[in-house]
T-cell receptor
Framework: KAGVTQTPRYLIKTRGQQVTLSCSPI?????VSWYQQTPGQGLQFLFE???????NKGNFPGRFSGRQFSNSRSEMNVSTLELGDSALYLC?????????????FGEGSRLTVL | GNSVTQMEGPVTLSEEAFLTINCTYT??????LFWYVQYPGEGLQLLLK?????DKGSNKGFEATYRKETTSFHLEKGSVQVSDSAVYFC???????????FGKGTKLTVNP
């Protein structure tokens, strides 16, 4: 059974650009969450999608957005990149999204903003 | 909201040493508690969980007991191996969706 797949794994952008990250959940999983991981702030919740609807959103500016498609694949977008957006972005999926806390994480997309 | 405070480390041990990583939480009610592990270059994996007070979660020789009296969920292993070198995160749910609140993480290095 394939795990959570995130693309791209690494990317470098410059300030002001935008970026789109993709996440394919485990087959059959309907909930997809996104987290930002940085050395200073640790793991911070960005948002969660379930059946194409955003159910929860973390405390991030509106430059951070996401969506989920009918096949449960998800994308997140960061516009007008800032240096502080450099981070590992982790996607996680769960089967039913019933607040079980049992998340399956991908390996992440490492974004560097220059 | 819910929060978790975790011993940050780093922690360096010799193989076969005893490991304890402290985790305390603040929460409304009695939520499930989790330990996740992140090996170098990988995403997080669920290591163990406990769903109610006095539950003991265990996996791969690691254990943690849900203590509501002390609001703690300390991670322990009796004899660590080099392969246990990783970052360990304590976590609990926040809200009704799959949002987790994580501790800052504790980096463990085990030397042969």
């Amino acid at each position: 059974k394939a795990g959570v797949t995130q693309t791209p794994r690494y990317l470098i952008k410059t300030r002001g650009q935008q970026v789109t990250l993709s996440c394919s959940p485990i087959s059959g999983h309907r909930s997809v969450s996104w987290y930002q991981q940085t050395p200073g702030q640790g793991l911070q919740f960005l948002f969660e999608y379930f059946s194409e609807t955003q159910r929860n959103k973390g405390n991030f500016p509106g430059r951070f957005s996401g969506r989920q498609f009918s096949n449960s694949r998800s994308e997140m977008n960061v516009s007008t990149l800032e240096l502080g957006d450099s981070a590992l972005y982790l996607c996680a999926s769960s089967l039913l999204g019933r607040n079980t806390g049992e998340l399956f994480f991908g390996e992440g997309s490492r974004l560097t903003v220059l | 909201g819910n929060s978790v405070t975790q011993m940050e480390g780093p922690v360096t041990l010799s193989e076969e040493a005893f490991l304890t990583i402290n985790c305390t939480y603040t929460a409304t009610g009695y939520p499930s508690l989790f330990w996740y592990v992140q090996y170098p270059g990988e995403g997080l994996q669920l290591l163990l969980k406990a769903t109610k007070a006095d539950d003991k979660g265990s996996n791969k020789g690691f254990e943690a007991t849900y203590r509501k009296e002390t609001t703690s969920f300390h991670l322990e292993k009796g004899s660590v191996q080099v392969s246990d070198s990783a970052v360990y995160f304590c976590a609990l749910p926040q809200g009704g969706s799959e949002k987790l609140v994580f501790g800052k993480g504790t980096k463990l290095t085990v030397n042969p």
